[in-house]
């Protein structure tokens, strides 16, 4: 997923730069941040998960800047839930969700090797020519201010010609929705997993291998598809022949622009472009659970005299410059374990708070180091050292990949 800086009515935020979104969402500010809104109307907004519609407020005549393009008659609409709370999902602090208002009016590349958005005026002739020499340009339309994508995509025996959303949100490869299509099948080998968090509350759904599909003049073979239930797209309004959505598992293997004007996209191989399909192979879901004060004892070797001294240890030997220094450090909890797997079997447990994984503390791990370990290679085993109830407990288990 893509993460950037925008200024809202004079405040820095981060926001998630979202394909699958037509509105700009904010649903979190902290305790430093102070942002104005006027011309408030309430609302009730609804998407994907189990819950019911959250409510919310409509602003408008918001002032946004991003990279020196200004916007000052921005629609922002304002969660109020604080159920919502997508930061602890992605471990880094997120205030909103950003889409269609993005893309509209501009030639916008993601480079996600150089991990860089850039949007170009139109009088960037020489990025066109540039863009058509080296990129491969395919059509899409834009609906309901989202962009849509036809593609190939074989679930079992024969190809179909299915329409896609592509969404940069989704960190997913590919999802299938099967209530839209009664020609895309479940296959056969399947595990039941919780899938994230919507609009309105937990996705849940199936993982399986899919025959494959294409994007990109590239053609994927056995995927990991998603199948998320029918409880939770049940608020979801479908453009009509939509049955799925592209998402960034698959988009992060290219460099990609979106020309929403010429309704086209153009696409290069990137440097992940034959990675394999991997999943996370523990069962585990971990989420950031905010931040701890940690201390740290270390040798001072700087040259200035007022702080060389000597203290005595508790062995008797002389340290020198001994100082003890304090940091913040994130902290990390399972959020779920899915039933069967190697590390619900071995123990572990929803919301023990893991201290170490393969003798690595957390306080020096992030989301994207552990998501990586708990998908890397089948049949590697974790050792994970987790807090319950104020007693640490070791667990160990394979990773064990049944797709």
């Given at each position: ?10 405040e820095s935020l981060t926001f998630l730069l979202d394909t699958g979104v037509k509105e700009t969402v904010l649903f979190s500010l902290d305790e430093k941040e102070e942002v ?267 040259s200035t005299a007022a702080v060389f001294k000597a203290t005595q240890g508790s062995d008797g030997h002389v340290q020198d410059n001994l100082k003890i220094k304090f940091e ?9 374990v899915r039933e069967g797997s190697t590390a619900a079997l071995a123990g572990v447990q929803k919301n023990d708070r893991i201290i170490s994984i393969n003798g690595r503390n ?42």
């Amino acid at each position: 997923m893509i993460f950037i800086p925008i200024e809202v009515n004079g405040e820095s935020l981060t926001f998630l730069l979202d394909t699958g979104v037509k509105e700009t969402v904010l649903f979190s500010l902290d305790e430093k941040e102070e942002v104005s809104f006027f011309h408030l109307e309430k609302i009730m907004l609804k998407g994907l998960g189990t819950n019911e519609a959250v409510a919310a407020y409509k602003s408008s005549k918001n002032k946004l800047e991003v990279g020196g393009f200004v916007d000052n008659e921005h629609e922002i609409y304002l969660i109020l839930d604080q159920e919502f709370n997508f930061s602890s999902q992605v471990g880094i602090p997120v205030n909103g969700i950003i889409g269609y208002h993005f893309f509209k009016n501009h030639l916008v590349e993601i480079d996600y090797d150089r991990k860089k958005v850039i949007v170009y005026n139109e009088s960037h002739q020489k990025i066109r020519k540039r863009v058509a020499k080296h990129y491969h340009k395919e059509l899409i339309s834009i609906e309901n201010n989202k962009p849509y994508y036809l593609t190939s995509v074989v679930t079992a025996e024969k190809p179909r010609l299915s329409k896609m959303l592509i969404d940069t949100g989704n960190s997913d490869a590919i999802w299938l929705f099967l209530s839209e299509a009664d020609d895309i099948k479940l296959p056969s080998k399947s595990i039941q997993c919780f899938l994230g968090r919507g609009f309105s509350g937990n996705v849940y759904g199936q993982r399986a291998r899919i025959s494959n599909f294409t994007f990109g003049e590239k053609t994927f073979k056995n995927p990991i598809g998603t199948f998320p239930d029918s409880t939770s797209i049940r608020s979801v309004n479908f453009v009509d022949d939509r049955v799925g959505s592209l998402g960034g598992e698959v988009l992060s293997r290219f460099s990609v622009l979106f020309d929403y004007q010429n309704n086209c996209i153009y696409s290069k191989p990137g440097d992940k472009i034959e990675s394999p399909f991997n999943f996370n192979m523990s069962g585990l879901e971990v989420q950031h659970d905010g931040l701890e004060w940690v201390s740290q004892a270390y040798q001072d070797r700087s040259s200035t005299a007022a702080v060389f001294k000597a203290t005595q240890g508790s062995d008797g030997h002389v340290q020198d410059n001994l100082k003890i220094k304090f940091e913040l450090k994130p902290i990390f909890r399972i959020f779920n374990v899915r039933e069967g797997s190697t590390a619900a079997l071995a123990g572990v447990q929803k919301n023990d708070r893991i201290i170490s994984i393969n003798g690595r503390n957390t306080h020096y791990l992030t989301i994207e180091n552990i998501n990586g370990l708990l998908k890397s290679e089948e049949g590697k085993t974790i050792e994970i050292e987790v807090e319950r109830n104020g007693v640490i407990l070791t667990y160990k288990f394979q990773l064990k990949s049944i797709l």
